[in-house]
C-alpha cells in the first residue's frame, strides 16, 4: 500500500510539473503580457495598413467620390476604435492589465476593420 501512495503523489507532481511546462501564461508577467498584445497590435495594424492601400487604390480605379468616400470612413473609424478601446480599458485604469486590455482592443477591431476592407462581413 506504501508503494502505491508513493507512486500517486509522484505521478500527481509530475503530472503538475508538466501541465505548468505547457502552459506558458502562467509563468509569464504581466509586462511580457502587456508587449506582447503590444505586438499583436503592430501586426494587425500593418496587415490593416496594406489593405487599406489596396482598397484606396480599387477607390480610385473606381473614379467618382470613392476614394473621399474611404477616407472619410476610414478616419471616421479610427475615432471610434481609439474611443472604444480606450472605453474598455478604462475599466483597468491604474492596473498593470491596462496597457494589455488597451492593446487587445485595438487589435481586435484592427482586425476587424482589415476584414471588413477585403470585403469580408465577418
Not at 23 to 39: D, R
Not at 50 to 72: E, H, T
Not at 109 to 118: E, I, N, P
Request: aromatic share 4%; glycine share 8%; with cysteine.
Amino acid at each position: 500500500m506504501r508503494v502505491s501512495l508513493t507512486s500517486l503523489a509522484l505521478l500527481g507532481a509530475a503530472t503538475l510539473t508538466a501541465s505548468a511546462l505547457t502552459t506558458p501564461a502562467l509563468s509569464q508577467t504581466q509586462q511580457t503580457l502587456n508587449a506582447q498584445a503590444g505586438s499583436d497590435y503592430r501586426r494587425a495594424d500593418a496587415a490593416l495598413n496594406v489593405q487599406y492601400r489596396s482598397a484606396m487604390a480599387d477607390a480610385r480605379r473606381g473614379g467618382g467620390n470613392a476614394a473621399a468616400l474611404l477616407l472619410a470612413s476610414q478616419r471616421a473609424w479610427l475615432q471610434f476604435r481609439d474611443s472604444e478601446c480606450r472605453r474598455v480599458a478604462q475599466q483597468y485604469e491604474g492596473g498593470s492589465m491596462q496597457p494589455m486590455q488597451y492593446s487587445g482592443c485595438l487589435a481586435q477591431l484592427t482586425r476587424a476593420r482589415t476584414r471588413q476592407l477585403k470585403g469580408d462581413p465577418h
